[in-house]
């Protein structure tokens, strides 16, 4: 590779609090516009901003899940510009004293660092007329401001993602982390979660930083990827023809796969941030860092360390339950359920194999399914009753139609016969009907033998009506034969 | 301590706070800024190295309100107020760019 | 003229209706309103309904069934609420401020908003959109600002009390001038909810009233915790009956503040006279040095602007207000903006727009909140010393419309004596004491935060030995 991708994300995510950051009005996605509105929130004159605290409790959940710092006091302030979105034509957030700093996150054995993260305000939402919806082309457009108050964090990291795909594991990460403390719903297709990314390029082992390029809003993974790999290969193109990256603010166009400069021909951008007087200092205590900790859900990675220890199952299947939401605690239950037959990482086998394609067929979760259904299917193949394709099918069923594997089983009278002295009894009863059958198949070659064997098993099978255990019954004839 | 206020100056800082003014406005406010600017001097020129900043006068820390849900304002009432208004929507003539 | 205090207690035993009251402040509103223009709005209406109301209820407040005007920046649910600008365009507002509710439950009756320099910049009320306010004992002069509407009211005999709004000496100075009380209370004891904020650090509303005791009773009326202004102070209001008794009150004269430069002789007589009447009934009287008071106007001439350039940003012609066209949204709001703002508004937004700019928020807004701290350090000397300090409100009588307009810089020293308590966020109150050539002069009396008991009981025995 000729040259290093440096990447850089600010990650906006909503948080999932009842009412705004500032008012009593419902944070609540795809209501009729302007139906959650109050003089808050719509910056009447006169009117004055009251943090939540839960946004504050929130917060300071993430800053437990990525080891950020939490200084003794974080100051909002006042981010000016105009636009219209923004009802006071300044959005309340925070700058030289956020409420984290310093933290990390883990992805895939690398260290991200996490700068920051911060609290603020949500804008609304403008709807573009004409020019098929695109801004620059519509003759006008319309607010709706039920998104201006919604809690954000935006959670900076440091310049440490090196690839496209290191940068969606990153986000992948981060939104199982927010996900798995309960902060936000991190669906970036509703717009909760709303990704920045710095991009700047520099000859592979240069130390250096290149100038860089800040692309705004990229709402999806795969935008986010193909962005990325677009604005790298742009800048790469201007340092080897010479020319300079000029640092700026670009904007990705999903249908001309590029970024765009996001130049308007304003004045450049000179945000006059001071303390908003309307506020008073956060200054978390003790108390409400002591609750915090005490009701912190599991983290998906320390969720992953316990599934490979405690079940002894690979990571990538501990991945995998921990990804899906619901997948995990599914697992959970139906392993406490399991009595006597079969093990943890049987029922692991099944879940990401059998239930995960059901629930990826039938786009459902497994909040719907009964998991000591599960253990009850693992008890029945462990001891033997059913065999693996019985249990497959059996299981299929049980999934669908939300019954229990024993009921089915006997239903289907598919309960295999594994006693072995019926089994041994089934097999003297084929010799006796062969006489000299043992003399013959003595004398046979290996190759005959296995014929001879097979036909035995296919006797017994018939006779047994098709559900004899083959496992026990092969081990069987064979001690047989030799004797 | 900063130079003078210039035109350009004021002419940016225009820009900056959207006021389209007029160039007697810009002329009479490159002279009135500046005098009030030689005036604010005495504060620029202060030593105050060690002095930290007071941006409130209140000594209060983590005021917050539970998150609870409220009704709004009724929508009818709010947009009866705006300039123009469609579709339930506040209506704005073309944007020209994104939000920076 | 009746006291509140007065009127509240006749209502109350039902030896006079509010009705009654309030007819005889609309009849001398109906006489000299066209003269003194103290009004952006009366609300004779609704004040009459009011007023019945309150003589139908079985359960009078307060302040029952006493006329009250209101400065034309505070919310009214339903009735226009202008801050005496073009851009708010008769805008209605869909709520009504904290205070509103507050005066409406101790049984007061509102006869109308009155009239202020625009967006409460200017010292004058002639920066208003709607015309100027005339001194009801001068109309050749001004009323002081920017509440002149609320002060002229009081003093014409249009409203027994009125609210104002106190950032830079919005109160006070205009109380001088019209020869009423004007306090401005300590920062975070009188909701901003609903206040159109001017510069949010420093903006506190205060009442308006013919004598202190009415003063302290409407005080105690609006001071109350708010949830819903972050910046409210929580606890227990005290009261505010602490007679006059002055025995062993240490006073302190500010030197800078007698001594200073543009102090009318007039002016700075009655101060020293006052503190002579303290004295007198016992008072220990010295004098201190505030030094850095002098730094005072230039401090505030940075933090005001620069906290109003960004509180009047959202007067941008999209969800309320006046709109004038343009080809694209930013045209539309800067063309809005020109029209709708008035000179002195725009010049204040320019002011803090440029100190809040890249390059130069350390040499000006930093710098105004350093200076701030030095000026609160003054404050907590001086009170170790002493428990009340006098100085004058303003360093001039009323001056003649027009006197000031020319120069921004001349109009903005008539706060020398009063913006310093906005930055500290302390209390003070202007109390009239005596006149020059039939102008009235306010003398005024600071006390450290939540000082306010005591302030009241110095400002009571100054108004017993007034002229
Ligand atoms: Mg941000
Ligand atoms: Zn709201």
């Not at chain 1, 000859?203 to 986010?224: D, Q, V, W």
């Not at chain 1, 079969?342 to 394609?357: F, I, M, P, S």
């Not at chain 3, 009239?115 to 002639?126: H, I, P």
Request: contains cysteine.
């Amino acid at each position: 590779m000729k040259y290093e991708i440096v990447i850089g994300l600010e990650v906006h995510a909503e948080l999932a609090t009842a009412s705004k950051l500032f008012c009593g009005c419902a944070n609540e996605f795809g209501g009729e516009p302007n139906t959650n509105i109050c003089p808050v929130c719509l910056g009447l004159p006169g009117s004055l901003p009251v943090l939540n605290e839960k946004a504050v409790e929130y917060a300071l959940r993430v800053a437990e899940a990525m080891h950020l710092r939490v200084p003794e006091r974080s100051v909002f302030a006042r981010k000016n510009y105009f636009y219209p979105d923004m009802p006071k034509d300044y959005q309340i957030s925070q700058y030289d004293m956020p409420i984290t700093i310093d933290g990390w996150l883990d992805v895939d054995g690398a260290r991200v660092g996490i700068t920051r993260a911060h609290l603020e305000e949500d804008t609304g939402k403008s709807l573009h007329m004409g020019g098929g919806g695109r801004i620059h082309d519509a003759e006008y457009s319309l607010i709706d401001y039920n998104r201006a108050g919604v809690p954000l964090l935006e959670i900076v990291s440091e310049p440490d993602i090196r690839s496209p795909e290191q940068a969606k594991r990153y986000v992948e990460e981060l939104r199982g982390a927010l996900l798995a403390i309960g902060v936000s719903d991190v669906k970036m297709e509703e717009g909760s979660m709303r990704i920045d990314a710095n991009v700047s390029v520099r000859p592979a082992g240069s130390e250096e930083l290149g100038t860089r390029c800040e692309i705004k809003n990229l709402n999806s993974l795969r935008s986010l990827v193909r962005a990325i790999e677009y604005e790298a290969e742009r800048q790469w193109a201007l340092v080897e023809a010479g020319e300079r990256v000029v640092q700026e603010t670009r904007h990705w166009d999903e249908e001309g796969g590029r970024t765009v400069s996001g130049r308007s021909k304003e004045e450049a951008h000179d945000y006059r941030y001071f303390p908003e007087p309307d506020l008073v200092p956060v200054a978390p205590t003790d108390e409400m860092r002591a609750h915090v900790r005490a009701t912190m859900p599991e983290l998906p990675s320390e969720r992953r360390a316990r599934y490979v220890q405690d079940w002894g199952i690979r990571e990538e299947d501990a991945r995998i339950l921990v990804d899906v939401p619901g997948l995990g605690a599914y697992a959970e239950t139906a392993v406490a359920a399991l009595d006597g037959g079969g093990t943890a990482k049987d029922v692991v086998n099944w879940t990401r194999q059998e239930v995960l394609a059901y629930l990826n067929e039938s786009g459902g979760s497994p909040a719907e399914l009964t998991p000591e259904m599960l253990a009850e299917l693992v008890g029945l193949f462990a001891a033997g009753k059913i065999s693996r394709s019985q249990a497959k099918d059996v299981l299929d069923e049980s999934l669908r139609e939300q019954k229990w594997p024993r009921d089915i089983v006997e239903e289907q009278n598919l309960s295999q016969v594994s006693d072995e002295e019926v089994l041994a009894q089934a097999i003297e009863d084929v010799l006796a009907a062969n006489p000299g059958f043992i003399d013959e198949y003595r004398a046979a070659d290996d190759k005959l033998k296995k014929k001879k064997q097979g036909f035995v098993m296919g006797q017994v099978r018939d006779a047994l009506d098709g559900k004899a255990n083959m496992q026990v019954l092969t081990r069987l004839l064979a001690q047989r034969l030799v004797s | 301590m900063a130079a003078r206020i210039t035109r350009q100056d004021v002419e940016h800082v225009a820009r900056l706070a959207r006021l389209a003014l007029t160039e007697a406005e810009v002329e009479a406010l490159t002279h009135e800024l500046g005098a009030i600017l030689d005036h604010a001097a005495e504060v620029s020129a202060l030593r105050t190295a060690d002095v930290p900043p007071t941006a409130h006068p209140l000594p209060l820390v983590n005021v917050l309100r539970p998150d609870e849900a409220r009704t709004g304002l009724p929508r009818d009432e709010v947009l009866a107020e705006a300039p123009e208004a469609e579709d339930g929507r506040f209506r704005v003539p073309r944007i020209l760019g994104e939000a920076p | 003229m009746t006291s509140a205090v007065e009127i509240a207690a006749g209502v109350r035993a039902g030896r006079r209706s509010a009705r009654d009251v309030l007819e005889e402040h609309l009849s001398r509103i109906d006489e000299r309103e066209g003269e003194i223009h103290a009004f952006n709005l009366v609300m004779a209406d609704q004040a009459r309904a009011a007023a019945d109301a309150v003589d139908a209820s079985d359960d009078k407040g307060p302040l029952a069934g006493v006329p009250i005007a209101v400065k034309d920046n505070m919310c009214t649910r339903g009735i226009p609420t202008t801050c005496s600008s073009r851009i708010l365009d008769e805008w209605k507002p869909p709520y009504d401020a904290t205070v509103i509710d507050r005066v409406r439950a101790a049984g007061a009756v509102i006869v109308g908003k009155t009239n202020l320099d625009e967006f409460a910049m200017g010292s004058s009320t002639e920066n208003s959109a709607f015309g100027p306010t005339r001194n009801p004992h001068d109309l050749t002069r001004v009323p002081g600002g920017s509440s002149g509407g609320s002060a002229a009211a009081v003093a014409a005999g249009f409203a027994t009390l009125a609210l104002g709004s106190d950032t830079g000496g919005s109160i006070r100075q205009p109380a001088a001038l019209c020869g009423v009380v004007g306090a401005k209370p300590t920062y975070g004891t009188v909701s901003r909810y609903g206040l159109i904020a001017f510069a949010s650090s420093l903006d506190q509303i205060g009442p308006f009233a013919s004598n202190i005791d009415d003063s302290a009773l409407l005080l105690e009326t609006i001071w109350a915790h708010d949830p819903c202004d972050s910046t409210s102070m929580p606890g227990a209001r005290p009261s505010l009956e602490t007679g006059s008794d002055v025995r062993g009150l240490r006073v302190g004269l500010i030197d800078e503040m007698v001594a200073a430069d543009g102090i009318e002789p007039a002016v700075r007589d009655a101060v020293v006279r006052a503190s002579d009447a303290l004295a007198a009934a016992g008072a220990e009287v010295g004098s201190v040095s505030l030094p850095s008071t002098r730094y005072g106007i230039s401090a505030y001439y940075l933090i005001a602007p620069a906290e109003a350039s960004s509180n009047l940003a959202r007067y941008d012609g999209v969800r309320y207000g006046i709109r004038v066209p343009g080809n694209d949204v930013a045209e539309m709001n800067a063309n809005t903006r020109d029209a709708g703002f008035g000179a002195e508004v725009k010049r204040r937004i320019m002011l803090g727009t440029y100190a809040l700019s890249a390059g130069y928020y350390d040499a000006y807004y930093g710098q105004a909140q350093r200076v701030r701290t030095l000026i609160v350090r003054d404050f907590d000397r001086a009170y170790e010393q002493f428990d009340v300090l006098l100085a004058p409100t303003s360093p001039t009588v009323a001056f003649e419309l027009g006197a000031k307009t020319a120069d921004p810089l001349a109009m903005y020293l008539c706060d020398v004596c009063t913006v310093p308590v906005n930055l500290s966020g302390q209390c003070a109150i202007s109390v009239p004491f005596g006149d020059a050539a039939g102008l009235p002069i306010g003398v005024q009396v600071l006390a450290p935060a939540l000082g306010e008991p005591v302030m009241f009981r110095a400002a009571r025995a100054i108004e017993q030995a007034a002229p």
